[in-house]
């Protein structure tokens, strides 16, 4: 499953990252929406709508944004199913607490340690590495 972040949010980043850590079975794969691939893919989202939100693309093709993305990707997850079906019951909920979230990421990222932002790209260059590609030069997702 691709994981589509804002490449130059730091805030967006660490979210990855701790995404990443949590991920053990490596079935995400992250992707700035800056890359090329990703404004590819996000064919479907309109270009102004690309940034306001993480956008998560199914096994399908289908893109899901924001909130909405959020039953999906932590179904994904070790112990994430409890959460995605408390999210999936609360969506209206979600989406609130997410649009706050995103709309305060600038701020977010300001205050975020100048060491955890490092350690975020790390962790997302890291994963990258091992996988044995980076965002622009990556091998097709395995499902």
Same mark, same amino acid.
């Given at each position: 499953?691709?994981?589509? #972040?804002? &490449?130059?949010? &730091?805030?967006?980043?660490?979210?990855? =990252?701790?995404?990443?850590?949590?991920?053990?079975?490596r079935?995400?794969?992250?992707? !700035?929406?800056?890359?090329?691939? =990703?404004?590819?893919?996000?064919?479907?989202?309109?270009?102004?709508?690309?940034?306001?939100? =993480?956008?998560?693309? $199914? /096994?399908?093709?289908?893109?899901?944004?924001?909130?909405?993305?959020?039953?999906? @990707? @932590?179904?994904?997850? +070790?112990g994430?199913? /409890?959460?995605?079906? @408390?999210? !999936?019951?609360?969506? +209206?909920? =979600?989406?609130?607490? #997410?649009r706050?979230?995103?709309? !305060?990421? +600038?701020?977010l990222?300001?205050?975020? +340690?100048?060491a955890?932002?490092?350690w975020?790209i790390?962790?997302? $260059?890291?994963?990258?590495?091992?996988d044995? !590609?980076?965002? &622009?030069?990556?091998? /097709? /997702?395995?499902?």
């Amino acid at each position: 499953m691709t994981v589509f #972040y804002d &490449g130059q949010c &730091g805030f967006c980043k660490l979210c990855i =990252a701790l995404l990443l850590l949590w991920d053990r079975s490596r079935c995400l794969r992250p992707l !700035s929406i800056q890359d090329p691939e =990703a404004q590819r893919l996000l064919a479907p989202v309109p270009e102004e709508e690309r940034l306001l939100s =993480a956008h998560v693309q $199914t /096994p399908t093709g289908e893109i899901l944004s924001g909130a909405d993305a959020a039953p999906l @990707l @932590l179904r994904q997850l +070790p112990g994430g199913r /409890p959460l995605a079906m @408390l999210t !999936s019951v609360s969506m +209206p909920l =979600a989406r609130l607490v #997410y649009r706050l979230v995103s709309n !305060s990421r +600038p701020a977010l990222g300001k205050i975020l +340690p100048t060491a955890w932002r490092r350690w975020a790209i790390d962790v997302i $260059t890291e994963r990258q590495a091992q996988d044995g !590609s980076r965002d &622009g030069d990556r091998p /097709p /997702p395995r499902w």
